[in-house]
Each structure stands twice: as structure tokens, then as C-alpha cells.
């Protein structure tokens, strides 16, 4: 019984140390006011690191909360107020330690005297902008932006280089307060050295028209700015990167990139260059919709969606979706030029170049479903695509007054592409008798050349705040030539294996499109008072389509002309758009209503062959809100709401058959109407600073009438398939994702749970019965970072998607089946400027056909030595894929087959490679180097 008695005071230091206290205060100067948004941090006493941020609210009241027991150091800060520092001990039976009262001094206003402390803030807050000091953050030796930004709180970066600020994926990311290579963020983050930046800024971007017009329009975009040293901003730096060696089987392989860099107050010239045979793509979507113009004519205010499909074997830019299946050959090289001239000019220009040089030997298996039964179709084939582009873009912004600003851009885009085709097809039926097989031979030649241009003048009145008007005027300029020819030869049977047809298909094609668009649209708000603003704008845009397909029958090199599929048509689509919306701006939240009318006509004719004239008039009502509520400091809820028109194509509308694949045969539909959308999008953020937790929810959701689908009609002997676009009644797509991220100090680790999930219902028509399919996923997903010490680092992370999709036609039909991935990567600094980095990736594929269900580990490693000065030079070896076992396979579920792709792809490759890094000025002190801070008082 003594010894129990005892009990309560042997567990009393435990009891504390598992004890959770509350440190709190109040800011204010010394005439008592409060100070209202002052940066309040607590650092760790032995290195002075981050622990945790906040900032004072109206009242000046800060607190910490779930603080562990011991010794913290506090620090605040303020523009125009010395710093305030001191130590706290946190422990005893109080849980809550409130330090009243602090005042903090103003500097004195001395001219020219300099002082110099050995510390540095490592946040700060600025209005709406947290800025963290890169010095604070220590990085691996050679280090790019992107690894700096994974130290920083708050930020996550995935694994495909998608960035996370507080909650929120970034959209942008600038250098200087400028564009880099266009809108892609990673262009930035994975080009420039980690150790050229000084401060990193987080913030919400309102859209350049808020800006300028002081109205707000509930626009935002959360935007990184990157700051760079004094000593960067003078000279170039950059990296040279070469490396060679074998893959399995002897082959030669090499890989090469250099990025150069130059940055003044007024001006920045970057060049990025890159060959290699490794299968690095190199670039991203977004950087194709920078240079392609086609980011710009979904912002300019037309009617109707852009649809970009993109076909991996014809692609006009390299681009790097993270899936590089295949064998690639890459080159590229490209200038990216920033000037400012005087106070009121902005000049931003670039010129890409890049090659791609694509081998892929692909194997599928299609499972088709009929209301009678089943039958699948394998195919193999051998493809080669050389695709080259050449890419000029440039934005002058010119800031005429105070009250005008008109600003011009320009995009031209030149494109080739070879490609050649082997493949061979056949069909059977659910006793697994063949009816019918083919084989193809093709081969096409094509240019294209597309330039498009804006001019956008905005003006605000003197007389009236937040009067304004602003007209924007889009022209685009396309021409497409395809030249073609192939071979099908293909043999029909009947059910019980007899052979009943045989032919083959041997044609040219020459097909030639030229496109001219431009439209102009008007826009005028007139305040009424309170921050209450009213606005009516209209537009008129137009498309005139040409478009000559010459298809020649040929025999023993004979040619013949084919009038059933040759014809040549002219397409006219031009629509009048207007409306009127209401803004409502307030403190912590805005929100804009508004509802525009559209009426589109649709011209056809036909100049030459087959099809008949098309002459469609649409009338739409086209509503829109929304709403962005601030419910607290980083915290707040977005709300959107638009309709959308997109018309069908005149390909959709002719009735003119397309037989060049004899087993796939398409024709028009003449009775299309438009496709009506609602889409509404809802998104939750939410950042604590006290512990660097972040949440972030989204719900979306696509409601369309009159979805356009391909009706399906199946040869019950045959198998031919022939396809005719319909309208459905409905289409549904919701989809939602949550977010939420964590840091443990003391497990000195980052947490972060992920759930996504969608729901997609459509229908479709096949050999005249309705098909209805629904489409459900569900993710899940699990990411740890473990950093105990510099030198040393952890990543993992565990995804699944299961999903399931059912089929009205056919019950029995019915698909359900699970993906999982697993990464892992480790990197180890040793002493002596040695480094290891190991990263394993394991694809579990559950539930697709035989032989397209196979594990797939990626298992990649790499050994280093730094050497030189300043760790300038880096000598690594590298085994990529040392299992051999990398392969592409992917699954594909439609609305009444399901497909399974294999695709051949680059296995283990060994390779030495060589990074010297280039810095024609500066000096010692990245980041993780001397901290040290020079402050000028006034």
C-alpha cells in the first residue's frame, strides 16, 4: 500500500511532461495601442528554428496552444518596431501562462547607421503574404526550389512536382515578380538552384483586372513569389548537367540539361536546353497551353469549353504526363526574356524548340458487351512518331496613364510530325471462335502552323471610383496539312469460323484546314455606392472553318479518285453573347451574381463530295455566381456556379461516312444540338499556424443536358463496329476531395490524409437499346516525411483507387477493381561530401484481364561525391530500374467496354552523371549557410 501511495508522485514528472499548456499575450506600443497583425513566432533556443507562427488579431492578442512542456524562445515582429525577444519556460500545474502586456519599441530614426545581427526571422507576415527566409531552411547540397519548398511549413510538394500552400494548389509561381517559361510552376521550381532565393512569399493573387480597377471580383490564385539574393540578380548561374551509360541489353544511353540563368532589377533571360534517350518528356501541360495560345482562348470570354484531346503517339509538344511509356528520344531548348522599360512597360517573351522521337510496342485487350452477350478484340502494334515544334510567345503590358492600360500578346506554334504504324487486330466472340481480324499499315506526314493574338485596353475614370470599361479584341490564324496512306487488309467470319468476306483497304488522303477566328467583347461596371457595383458586357466572336479532304483509292500504284469519301467543306459558327451581373464586396467576404443571354448560329456547306448543308440556330440562358467568404485569417469557403454551351463539331454534323478502318466505320449526325452544362464547385481551406495543420475540401459537380455520345452499332456476325454521335438526355459527374496535412515536432515527421471520390453516370445507345453506365472511385491515401536530422531524410506514401463500374446492358458485365501504389525514397548525407539517394515505387494492379494484372516495383538508386569549392561540382552513379521490370499498363472502362493497355518500356539503365553548378558572381550562404541580416535604419 506504501509503495501505491508513492505511486502518484513517481508519475508526477511524467504526469507534466505529457501536460499541455497554452502561452499567450498581447502586443501593443508604448502608447498602449494595439499592434494589429505583428508576427508572433516560437523558436527552438539551440538553433533558433520554427516552431510555430501566428499573428496578433485587432485586439493585439496572440496564443500558442498544445504546447509541450519546456524551453521556447518568443519572438515578434513589426515593420517600423525593434524586435521583441525573450526565453519561456513552460511546466507546473498551469496550464495556461499568459504574459500580459508587451510593448514593443519604435526604431529610432537615425540616418545611415547600419546594424548587423546573426539572426533571421524565419516567417513573416506582410498584409495578406507569409514570407519565409530560405536562409532558416536548410537543403541538400545542389538543391532545386522544389526541394526548399517541401522544408517550408505549410507547403507540400507531391510527387509530381503538384505544389500545396496552406491548403491550396498553387497555380503560379513567379521569380521576381515574373513570369518564368509561361504558367507552369514547375518550370521554376525544378529549374532554379534552392540556394539563389532569399525570401519565398505565399499569397492570394487577385486576377490582373481586380488590380487594376480596384473592384474585386472574387478572383483568386494562390501564387508563390520567389525572391531572390542580391548577389543572384547580378551575372548568370545555373547548372550543367551530362551523364551516360547502358540500359539491359548494351544499349548506348545519355542525358543532358543545362539551365542558365541572369536576373536584374529590370530584366531576367533564363535558357533551359535538355537531350536525352531516357524517356525524360521534360514538360507539362500547362507549359503547352502557354505556348499553344490555348490558355488564352479559354479565357477569353467566348461562349462555349475548349475539349483538348491529346493523343500520346501525336502529340504536337513533348509532354510529360509522369506515365513515359515507350522508348523516347527528346530534345529541347528554349530563351525566356523579361524586360521592364521605364515605369509603365513590360515586355515578356519567349522561343521554345523541341524534338521527340517516340517508339512504343503496345498490346490491348477489349472486353465489348451486348444485350445478347460478349466479345473481345486483341491487338498489337508498332508505332513511330517524330514530332518537332518551334514556339515564339510574347505579353507587352504598356501602362499609359494612371487611368489606361492596354496590354498585347502574341502565340505562334509550328508543328511536324512523321508518324508510321503496324498493328493487327482480331475479334471473337463469347465461345471464342474469330469473327473478324485485320492488319494495318499506316503512314502520314502533317504540318500545322497556329498564331493567334489579343489586344486588351482597360480604362477607369477619373470622375468615379470604380467606373470602368474594358474591351478585349482575339484573332487566330490555323493551318492544318495531312498527308496519309495505309493499307488494311481484313476477313470476316461467320459463327461457326467459315470465312464469308475478305477485302482490303488501300488509300491516300490529303487533307488541308484552314481556321480564322477572332471576336470582340465590351465590358462596363458602374459603382453604386457601398462597395455594391453593377456590370453589362457583351461580345461577338466568330469561327470560320475550310476544310478539303481528297481520298485517293489505290491499286499496283495506281490511283483513283474516291468521290464517297472525298468532300470539302466551309463551316461558319458565330455567336452574340450578352448580359449583366451584381458585386457585393465586403470586408471578409464578396460575391457577384449575373446571367447572360447567347444566341450562336451554325453555318454549313458543302463545296465539293458527299453531306448535305447545315444550318442550326441556339438560343441559351447562361446564369452564373459566386461567392468567396473569409470566415477567419486562413480560413475561408469559395463557392462557383456558371452554364456552359459546346456546340458540335461539323465532323459530328456530317453524315459523310469515314471507312478508312473497315472494322470501325463513323458517320455524322445532322441533328446535333449543343451540349447545356451546370457546374458548381465548392471549396473549403483551412491553415493553423500554431501547428502548421492545413485542410482543404472540395465538391464539384457537371450536370449536362443533351450530352453528345457515340451510338454503337455491332454486327451480331461480324463485329463491325459503326459509330454515330447522339444526344443523351443526361450526364452526371460529382466528384469530391479532402485534404488534410500535419507536422509532429517531435516525431520530427509530416503527416498527410487524402480521400478523393467521383460518381459518373452517362448513356449511351448500343445496336438501339439504351446503356446506362455509372462510374465510382474512391481513393484513399497516406504520405509520411521523416527528417530527424539535415542529413538524413524519409518520404512515403500508400495510395489506392478502387473502382467500380456497372453497366444496364449487362449486369454480369459489371467491373470492380483495385490500383495501389507505394513510394518510397531515402536520402543520406555522409560526411566528406558523399550522398545517397534510394527510391522504391510498387504498382499493384487487382482485378484486371490475365497478364495485365502483374506487380510493377520501380526500384531507382543513386550514389554521389561532391567535389570543388563550395560543392560546385557532383559526381553521381545512377541505376534506374534495377528489377527490369518497368512496363506501362493501364485500364480503361467506356460505356460498354472495358480496356486494358500494355505498353513496352525502358528498363534498367546504369548511368554516370555529372552536375557542376555555375555562379559567375556571388558568394558563400545558401540556404542552411551564415544567417545573417543587414538592416539600414532611416
Do not use: C
Not at 506526314?445 to 478585349?472: C, E, I, Q
Not at 438560343?619 to 469559395?638: A, C, G, M, S, Y
Not at 455520345?709 to 443526361?730: H, K
Amino acid at each position: 500500500m506504501k509503495s501505491l501511495s508513492l505511486l502518484p508522485f513517481l508519475l508526477l514528472p511524467f504526469l507534466l511532461s505529457a501536460q499541455k499548456f497554452t502561452l499567450r499575450g498581447t502586443l501593443g506600443d508604448t502608447s498602449t495601442q494595439p499592434i494589429i497583425g505583428a508576427t508572433v513566432m516560437l523558436l527552438a533556443p539551440k538553433d533558433s528554428s520554427l516552431l510555430s507562427f501566428t499573428r496578433t488579431n485587432v485586439e493585439g492578442v496572440w496564443d500558442f496552444k498544445n504546447l509541450s512542456s519546456g524551453e521556447y524562445l518568443l519572438r515578434a515582429t513589426y515593420f517600423g518596431y525593434k524586435n521583441f525577444q525573450q526565453k519561456v519556460t513552460l511546466g507546473g500545474a498551469e496550464p495556461v501562462v499568459d504574459l500580459g502586456k508587451i510593448n514593443m519599441e519604435v526604431r529610432s530614426n537615425l540616418l545611415n547607421e547600419v546594424e548587423i545581427k546573426g539572426e533571421a526571422n524565419p516567417v513573416t507576415f506582410r498584409n495578406d503574404t507569409i514570407e519565409f527566409n530560405a536562409g532558416s531552411f536548410k537543403v541538400k547540397d545542389n538543391a532545386v526550389v522544389e526541394d526548399l519548398l517541401k522544408k517550408l511549413p505549410g507547403v507540400d510538394v507531391a510527387k509530381d512536382g503538384t505544389i500545396t500552400a496552406q491548403g491550396k494548389e498553387v497555380q503560379n509561381v513567379t521569380v521576381e515578380g515574373k513570369k518564368f517559361f509561361g504558367n507552369d510552376p514547375k518550370m521554376a521550381t525544378q529549374n532554379l538552384p534552392a540556394d539563389a532565393v532569399k525570401k519565398v512569399q505565399v499569397f492570394d493573387k487577385k486576377s490582373e483586372a481586380s488590380q487594376f480597377t480596384g473592384v474585386d471580383d472574387g478572383t483568386r490564385e494562390r501564387t508563390i513569389n520567389l525572391d531572390l539574393k542580391d548577389d543572384k540578380k547580378k551575372g548568370w548561374f545555373g547548372k550543367i548537367i551530362g551523364g551516360g551509360g547502358v540500359s539491359e541489353g548494351g544499349d548506348f544511353r545519355y542525358e543532358g540539361r543545362t539551365t542558365l540563368n541572369s536576373f536584374k532589377p529590370k530584366r531576367q533571360i533564363s535558357i533551359l536546353g535538355m537531350a536525352n534517350n531516357v524517356n525524360q518528356a521534360g514538360f507539362s501541360i500547362d507549359d503547352y497551353m502557354a505556348f499553344s495560345g490555348a490558355m488564352r482562348s479559354m479565357m477569353g470570354g467566348g461562349g462555349g469549353r475548349i475539349s483538348l484531346q491529346f493523343d500520346g503517339n501525336n502529340m504536337p509538344v513533348p509532354l510529360d504526363f509522369g506515365n513515359n511509356n515507350g522508348f523516347i528520344n527528346t530534345y529541347a531548348g528554349g530563351l525566356n526574356f523579361n524586360q521592364e522599360y521605364g515605369k509603365k512597360n513590360n515586355f515578356n517573351g519567349s522561343y521554345f524548340y523541341s524534338r521527340s522521337d517516340k517508339n512504343m510496342d503496345e498490346n490491348t485487350l477489349r472486353t465489348s458487351s451486348l444485350s445478347n452477350g460478349q466479345f473481345a478484340t486483341t491487338s498489337n502494334s508498332a508505332q513511330e512518331n517524330i514530332t518537332d515544334n518551334h514556339r515564339i510567345n510574347f505579353t507587352l503590358d504598356q501602362r499609359i496613364d494612371s487611368f489606361n492600360t492596354v496590354q498585347l500578346t502574341s502565340n505562334f506554334l509550328h508543328t511536324t510530325n512523321e508518324q508510321q504504324q503496324q498493328a493487327f487486330s482480331q475479334t471473337t466472340n463469347g465461345n471464342g471462335a474469330i469473327q473478324n481480324e485485320g492488319s494495318r499499315d499506316y503512314y502520314s506526314d502533317a504540318n500545322a502552323s497556329n498564331w493567334s493574338g489579343s489586344a486588351l485596353w482597360r480604362h477607369r475614370f477619373k470622375n468615379k471610383k470604380g467606373r470602368n470599361f474594358t474591351t478585349n479584341f482575339d484573332f487566330g490564324l490555323n493551318e492544318n496539312n495531312l498527308f496519309s496512306n495505309s493499307t488494311a487488309p481484313n476477313r470476316l467470319y461467320a459463327n461457326n469460323g467459315q470465312l464469308i468476306a475478305s477485302d482490303t483497304i488501300a488509300q491516300e488522303q490529303d487533307f488541308n484546314n484552314h481556321v480564322t477566328n477572332w471576336g470582340a467583347k465590351a465590358t462596363y461596371t458602374e459603382p453604386l455606392g457601398k462597395k455594391r457595383y453593377l456590370e453589362f458586357n457583351y461580345g461577338y466572336f466568330k469561327t470560320v472553318n475550310k476544310a478539303d479532304k481528297d481520298v485517293y483509292d489505290t491499286n499496283n500504284g495506281e490511283k483513283s479518285f474516291n468521290n464517297l469519301l472525298s468532300n470539302a467543306y466551309e463551316n461558319t459558327f458565330g455567336y452574340h453573347r450578352g448580359g449583366v451581373g451584381f458585386r457585393l464586396n465586403r470586408k471578409t467576404w464578396n460575391m457577384g451574381v449575373g446571367v447572360d443571354y447567347q444566341s450562336a448560329l451554325l453555318e454549313g456547306i458543302i463545296t465539293e463530295g458527299q453531306g448535305a448543308p447545315v444550318s442550326k440556330t441556339y438560343q441559351h440562358i447562361l446564369p452564373r455566381t459566386n461567392v468567396h467568404i473569409e470566415l477567419k485569417q486562413n480560413r475561408n469557403i469559395d463557392l462557383n456556379y456558371s452554364a456552359s454551351v459546346d456546340a458540335p463539331t461539323v465532323s459530328q454534323l456530317q453524315p459523310v461516312p469515314d471507312i478508312s478502318d473497315p472494322l470501325n466505320i463513323s458517320e455524322g449526325n445532322p441533328n446535333l444540338r449543343p451540349e447545356y452544362a451546370h457546374n458548381v464547385n465548392l471549396n473549403f481551406m483551412n491553415f493553423n499556424p500554431e501547428n502548421f495543420s492545413s485542410l482543404f475540401g472540395g465538391i464539384f459537380a457537371t450536370v449536362t443536358q443533351d450530352k453528345i455520345v457515340m451510338a454503337q452499332s455491332v454486327d451480331p456476325q461480324t463485329f463491325v463496329r459503326s459509330y454515330t454521335p447522339i444526344n443523351t438526355d443526361l450526364a452526371m459527374n460529382l466528384s469530391a476531395q479532402l485534404s488534410y496535412g500535419m507536422r509532429i515536432k517531435k516525431l520530427d515527421s509530416r503527416f498527410r490524409l487524402s480521400l478523393r471520390g467521383s460518381v459518373n453516370q452517362g448513356e449511351g445507345l448500343i445496336n438501339g437499346g439504351k446503356n446506362e453506365t455509372t462510374t465510382t472511385t474512391f481513393g484513399p491515401g497516406l504520405s509520411w516525411d521523416f527528417e530527424p536530422a539535415d542529413w538524413f531524410t524519409f518520404s512515403s506514401e500508400a495510395r489506392f483507387n478502387w473502382n467500380e463500374t456497372s453497366y444496364s446492358i449487362d449486369r454480369n458485365f459489371n467491373q470492380n477493381y483495385l490500383s495501389q501504389t507505394y513510394n518510397n525514397e531515402v536520402n543520406i548525407q555522409f560526411g566528406k561530401g558523399f550522398a545517397f539517394n534510394s527510391s522504391l515505387d510498387l504498382t499493384i494492379n487487382n482485378g484486371y484481364s490475365d497478364g495485365f494484372d502483374q506487380p510493377i516495383p520501380i526500384w531507382n538508386a543513386t550514389f554521389s561525391k561532391f567535389l570543388l569549392k563550395g560543392k560546385k561540382l557532383e559526381v553521381a552513379l545512377t541505376v534506374r530500374d534495377i528489377l527490369n521490370r518497368n512496363v506501362g499498363i493501364s485500364r480503361t472502362a467506356n460505356l460498354n467496354y472495358v480496356e486494358d493497355r500494355s505498353v513496352s518500356s525502358l528498363g534498367r539503365v546504369g548511368l554516370l552523371r555529372l552536375t557542376y553548378s555555375l555562379n559567375s558572381l556571388g558568394g558563400p550562404g545558401g540556404p542552411g549557410g551564415p544567417r545573417m541580416r543587414i538592416m539600414m535604419r532611416n
